[in-house]
């Protein structure tokens, strides 16, 4: 299947869940109230794309996204090549990583607010704790899946541990890297809006979507920041997906070539 085939089965399927929603909102299985029509909706979200307050909201959100997501991969990176290149660091922080990963990044809200009180230091804490896992996991899985016959012949050759690391490891982990910060992006998406929202103060599309759930019929308010959420989510990663495809092509082509062979024998 081609890309453009994969983009137009995107829009169709956008424009039958966008019938959908429209046809049983007009119907009145729902009510108004609760579920306004889907054009309504789109109109609403349309419009807010010329409120300054509006967009200045959405930068305060991209920003700590950014940090957050900086952050974490400034910490995962380093850790994770560090865990998956010496075992003996790796077994002694096993039980620490596994007790901490489950821990959900929304109920550590409270204790880090106490900690760092409110505001931009707060999420931005919670948005790299959250978006640390998918890079850090994905970095020691790519250190594991390195060529071990390059890094023996490089070896060979008198290169020490560093020059290995460098040379053969880091290039062969980078697209796995790229893969984690891509999961990690809309990760840290999610936490930026999630932590406004139960914040309930200051600026960001989580508050627009926090104070239009407290407004009389506001409902569509909300649907509207849930629109401009999701668009964000699928422009991030869009944008990464692209990157990734131009700067580790000659990674991603065999796996493509591997899928387009499974779905072939499949048919």
């Known amino acids: 299947m081609t890309r453009r085939q994969d983009v ?17 909102a007009r119907a009145g299985f729902v009510r108004r109230s609760y579920l306004p029509p889907a054009s309504q909706v789109l109109a609403r979200a349309v419009r807010l794309a010329g409120d300054p307050a509006f967009l200045d ?9 950014a940090l957050g997501l900086g952050l974490a991969c400034a ?12 075992p003996v660091v790796e077994a002694a922080a ?6 901490l990963r489950p821990l959900p990044s929304v109920a550590l809200i409270p204790l880090v607010s106490l900690l760092l009180g409110s505001g931009t230091r707060t999420e931005v804490t919670l948005i790299a704790y959250a978006s640390l896992w998918p890079v850090l996991f994905n970095t020691v899985y790519g250190l594991g899946e390195t060529d071990p016959l390059a890094k023996d012949t490089l070896r060979a050759f008198g290169s020490g541990r560093l020059a290995v690391l460098l040379r053969v490891e880091l290039p062969a982990t980078a ?5 984690g910060v891509r999961i990690s992006a ?3 998406l999610i936490l930026a809006v999630a932590t406004e929202i ?4 200051g600026q960001g599309l989580g508050i627009f ?5 407290t407004a009389t019929d506001g409902t569509r308010d909300v649907l509207a920041g849930v629109v401009w959420a999701g668009a964000l989510g699928l422009v991030i990663n869009g944008v990464l997906v692209r990157a990734e495809r131009r700067l580790f092509a000659w990674a991603l082509e065999p796996r493509e070539t591997a899928g387009r062979l499974r779905r072939g024998l499949r048919w």
């Open 175 to 179: 697209p796995f890297i790229a893969a």
């Open 57 to 65: 909201g959405i930068g305060v959100t991209l920003r700590a996204w």
């Open 198 to 201: 139960l914040s309930g103060f």
């Open 8 to 24: 137009l089965l995107g829009l169709l399927g956008s424009a039958a869940a966008f019938g959908v929603c429209e046809a049983v």
């Open 209 to 213: 979507i926090a104070q239009a759930e």
């Open 75 to 86: 910490v995962a990176v380093p850790l994770g090549l560090l865990l998956g290149a010496v």
């Open 186 to 188: 809309a990760v840290a």
């Open 94 to 99: 096993r039980a620490v990583i596994e007790f």
